[in-house]
Structure formats: structure tokens, C-alpha cells
Nanobody, 129 residues
Framework: QVQLVESGGGLVQAGGSLRLSCAASGRTFSISSYILAWFRQAPGKEREFVSAMHWSRGTTSYADSVKGRFTISRDNAKNTVYLQMNSLKPEDTAVYSC????????????????????WGQGTQVTVSS
């Protein structure tokens, strides 16, 4: 089983940047067949897809709301996936969670929450206006 731990959240002014990290541990030898993703949940709203990356193929996908502002990447040596968030807006305020899907042998990416069976604890991102 793979475990995920997020870090890097915090408080930032609108227009600023943050980089979130998601470190994978445990059975990471199997991570090449995983899809790693970021989801977020704002207060009073449902959790929504932000971005995903196929670990070995490098295929990425983004929600329309973050395209051109957020970038997902990975460091193979550190078993870590990152979410670089630029030009942050108050509406980006949410708890951001990292997730992993073992369906990477069948799909290049997935925006569906149900595809992900492993979740981190989440990290708070607050963007002030």
C-alpha cells in the first residue's frame, strides 16, 4: 500500500504562489503504475478535481479553473508529486488533498474522485484578497 503525506499549504495574498508537495511512501516500487492527483474542497462545497499526472507516462490533466496557473510535476527520486500554484485567487481557498489511483495500467489520467483509493490528510490553502 502507498501512503501519501501533503505539505506546503499556507496563507498567501491574491496573485501570489505556493507549491504543494505530496510524498509517497510504503510500496512505492509499484508507483510507476499509479496516477497521482490533487483535489480540493472549499468550505460548504463538494471536493473537486484539480490536476492529475500518470507517474510513469507523465500524462497530465487540469481542471479548467486552474489551467495556465497550476502545474503538476513529480520527482522520481523523492517519490514526490508537486502542485505549483501561481496567480492564486481567493476562490482557490480550500483544503488540498493528494490522491493516488492504482488504475494507471488502464488509464493515463482520471478526473473522477472514485478512481482514487488512497488519500492524504490534506493541507489548507488560504488566499486573501
Amino acid at each position: 500500500q502507498v501512503q501519501l503525506v501533503e505539505s506546503g499549504g499556507g496563507l498567501v495574498q491574491a496573485g501570489g504562489s505556493l507549491r504543494l508537495s505530496c510524498a509517497a511512501s510504503g510500496r512505492t516500487f509499484s508507483i510507476s503504475s499509479y496516477i497521482l492527483a490533487w483535489f480540493r474542497q472549499a468550505p460548504g462545497k463538494e471536493r473537486e478535481f484539480v490536476s492529475a499526472m500518470h507517474w510513469s507516462r507523465g500524462t497530465t490533466s487540469y481542471a479548467d479553473s486552474v489551467k495556465g496557473r497550476f502545474t503538476i510535476s513529480r520527482d522520481n527520486a523523492k517519490n514526490t508529486v508537486y502542485l505549483q500554484m501561481n496567480s492564486l485567487k481567493p476562490e482557490d481557498t480550500a483544503v488540498y488533498s493528494c490522491a493516488a489511483s492504482s488504475l494507471g495500467s488502464f488509464y493515463l489520467t482520471s478526473t473522477k474522485e472514485g478512481s482514487y483509493g488512497i488519500w492524504g490528510q490534506g493541507t489548507q490553502v488560504t488566499v486573501s484578497s
